[in-house]
């Protein structure tokens, strides 16, 4: 067999690409130990030793006290819309992941899209009552970047009209406020452990819970509804967590500090280096007192010399893949665009954040030097080192 040496192939590259996120992997050697033991004692899921001890890490580290691990954030997510028996409208933002509302499809419920706050970009508590219908059975807001919604204003809200809430906190791990964990608002919170979240199990998710016996519900939903292996209560699902991902998390946790505290780093040099461009305004701290920079959002002002769409095809021109979260909007799909609450005069500070928003590169992994090309290449965009094409000759 030929020996491979690319070196010859490869043609040159003026730079490295760069990727709005990387993954945070733990040493491969780390991770053998836990593989050889479930290689040994041959359980591969259906609530393992290692689903067991995750789920207790996860408390631990997360400051509460009931966790149900699942497959994914999904199908959490529409695990926790059935386990409380959600029906009918539920309102919910537009400015978020497609799968908070798909949530609520297959659950063959309505949503409701109420507007925004231009300040931290979730719900607005003050725009939720008009939509309320007798209908209305939840509220299902977001914490978008990881930023707490107001959920006094929410929780308020809810406790008069008598509605659920169920967050989905799939940005929000590890995020506290004044009196803990965010994930403790509401009556059940949702997490991602995706690849592409601050903490990843490769795929993964989990509820959090506010009792025993709502857990205990839970964990036989995502079981098919088995409660022993005679008796079904419910038409469950298949939402359980592998021994694998499990492992894996259980690994990942003992990373978590270290991520965190260089994303912490990285958010910190972006805001210095951003704080002279004229016309990109980085998004503010929505009152947390531990946050995750889990992204690092900015809004292209009016004063900035090009629109966001011509900045992000410039970046991408310089091999800086940022991202457009949260463009399109989600009621702006075709299986959400015929609803009422969808027409964008119902949604004008969503719609405005949409188009002016843009997600820059953070992970742990991301250098100070890498940093500065961003900021210089947003600094001076359609600046091409070498190359004559300018912004002008984009299009
Ligand atoms: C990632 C994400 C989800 C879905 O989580 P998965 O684990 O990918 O299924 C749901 N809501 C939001 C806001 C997300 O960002």
Redesign the pocket.
């Known amino acids: 067999m030929r020996k491979a040496n690319y070196s010859y192939d490869v043609p040159f590259q003026k730079s490295s690409p760069v990727y709005v996120n990387q993954p945070h992997l733990p040493p491969l050697a780390e991770f053998v130990p836990y593989l050889e033991k479930i290689w040994s004692n041959k359980i591969l899921s259906n609530g393992g030793p290692f689903h067991q001890q995750f789920e207790k890490a996860l408390c631990e580290f997360l400051g509460v006290e009931h966790v149900a691990i699942f497959s ?3 199908i959490a ?1 529409i695990t926790a819309l059935q386990a409380l028996r959600i029906t009918g409208e539920v309102i919910t933002t537009p400015y ?2 497609v ?2 509302a798909h949530s609520l499809l297959w659950n063959g419920i309505k949503p409701v899209f109420v507007d925004i706050d231009q300040n931290t970009l979730n719900l607005d508590p003050a725009k939720i009552e008009a939509a309320i219908t007798p209908q209305t059975t939840a509220i299902l807001p ?1 914490h978008c970047y990881g930023h707490p919604c107001d959920m006094e204003a929410i929780q308020t809200i809810a406790d008069n009209y008598n509605l659920k809430v169920i967050c ?1 906190a ?2 929000a791990f590890g995020v506290q406020d004044q009196g803990g964990s965010i994930l403790r608002h509401g009556d059940l919170s949702v997490l ?3 690849a ?2 601050v903490f990843n199990t490769f ?3 989990a509820i959090v819970c506010p009792d025993a016996k709502t857990k205990r519900h839970i964990d036989h939903l995502k079981n098919f509804g088995y409660v022993d292996d005679v008796t079904v209560v419910a038409p469950g699902i298949n939402g359980k967590m592998s021994e694998f991902n499990a492992a894996f998390g259980i690994l990942q946790l003992q990373h978590i500090d270290h991520a965190l505290s260089r994303r912490k780093e990285i958010d910190t040099i972006y805001r210095q280096l951003l704080s002279n461009v004229k016309g990109i305004r980085c998004l503010q701290d929505a009152g947390e007192k531990i946050h995750n920079y889990a992204f690092f959002p900015i809004l292209v002002e009016a004063d900035y010399p090009i629109s966001r769409d011509v900045l992000y095809r410039s970046l991408h021109d310089n091999e800086i893949y940022a991202r457009r979260y949260f463009y399109p909007l989600i009621s702006d799909f075709p299986m959400y665009r015929g609803l009422p609450s969808a027409h964008r005069n119902n949604l004008p500070v969503a719609v405005d954040a949409s188009s002016r928003i843009l997600c820059l590169p953070i992970y742990p992994a991301l250098s100070r030097e890498m940093q500065e090309r961003i900021v210089d290449a947003i600094s001076e965009p359609g600046h091409d080192s070498d190359s004559q094409q300018g912004v002008d000759g984009l299009f």
Request: hydrophobic share 30%; charged share 15%.
């Open positions: 994914n954030g999904t997510l978020s992941f799968a908070t977001v989905d799939a940005h991602s452990f995706h592409s979240k795929e993964g998710g």
